[in-house]
């Protein structure tokens, strides 16, 4: 069982539609980050989460910390091809840092 | 700035053999991660290096370990290896020591076991 999991697993979507993933766990997590990870390449972060409810935005990104911290979501408004990859949530579990099994998004023009 | 760089890119082994991989952080990073990446697992943590010292450490078996260099590179070595240890090791490097602060990682090592 993964401590965090990811939904959809896999997105297929028309260039400027909007989109929400979701990262949710039955455990609290002190803070959450967001990455990208294109084919080839390592991942990048998007964004770090750390107070329950609050809410980041990143150009068309916008990403939410539930209240109770113990889930996350991911919304991109007016999505683009330069948008298609495998977004992963991760947390830090005393001295562990867990990864959901990610989001493989792809964007068609 | 340069980025992580990560050495050999790609490996290919037999059971039984060890393997050694090498990462370098960014230039004044001194904390190193270590990931393993595959398929069927997703991406999961090895350990974290800060100032020459182990200081987090995922669930992976003693076949895996790490060391870091005063100069801040680091190697990872797996003994003994499984076909199960295939996979794609990425490094992760950071300014400071813990999981709240940005890491930049590595384009990895894809490790082939025969």
């Known amino acids: 069982t993964q401590l965090l999991e990811q939904s959809p697993q896999f997105l297929s979507i028309q260039e400027g539609e909007n989109l929400t993933v979701y990262c949710n766990s039955s455990s609290v997590f002190s803070s959450l980050q967001w990455y990208r990870q294109e084919p080839g390449e390592g991942p990048v972060l998007l964004v770090t989460?750390?107070?329950?409810?609050e809410v980041k935005k990143l150009k068309r990104l916008t990403f939410q910390f539930g209240d109770a911290r113990k889930d996350s979501s991911l919304h991109i408004t007016a999505a683009q091809p330069g948008d298609t990859g495998l977004y992963l949530c991760?947390?830090?579990?005393?001295?562990?840092?867990?990864f959901g099994p990610g989001t493989r998004l792809s964007v068609l023009p | 700035k340069a980025g992580v760089t990560q050495t050999p890119r790609y490996l290919i082994k037999t059971r039984g053999q060890q393997v050694t991989l090498s990462c370098s952080p960014i230039s004044g990073h001194r904390s190193v991660s270590w990931y393993q990446q595959t398929p069927g697992q997703g991406l999961q943590f090895l350990f974290e290096?800060?100032?020459?010292?182990?200081?987090n450490k995922g669930n992976f078996p003693g076949r895996f370990s790490g060391r870091q260099f005063s100069n801040s590179r680091s190697e990872m070595n797996v003994s003994t290896l499984e076909l199960g240890d295939s996979a794609l090791y990425l490094c992760?490097?950071?300014?400071?020591?813990?999981?709240?602060?940005?890491?930049?990682f590595g384009p990895g090592t894809r490790l082939t076991v025969l």
């Open positions: 992760a490097s950071s300014f400071r020591t813990g999981f709240y602060n940005e890491q930049f």
């Open positions: 991760a947390g830090p579990r005393g001295q562990n840092f867990v």
């Open positions: 290096y800060f100032s020459e010292t182990q200081r």
């Open positions: 989460v750390v107070t329950g409810g």
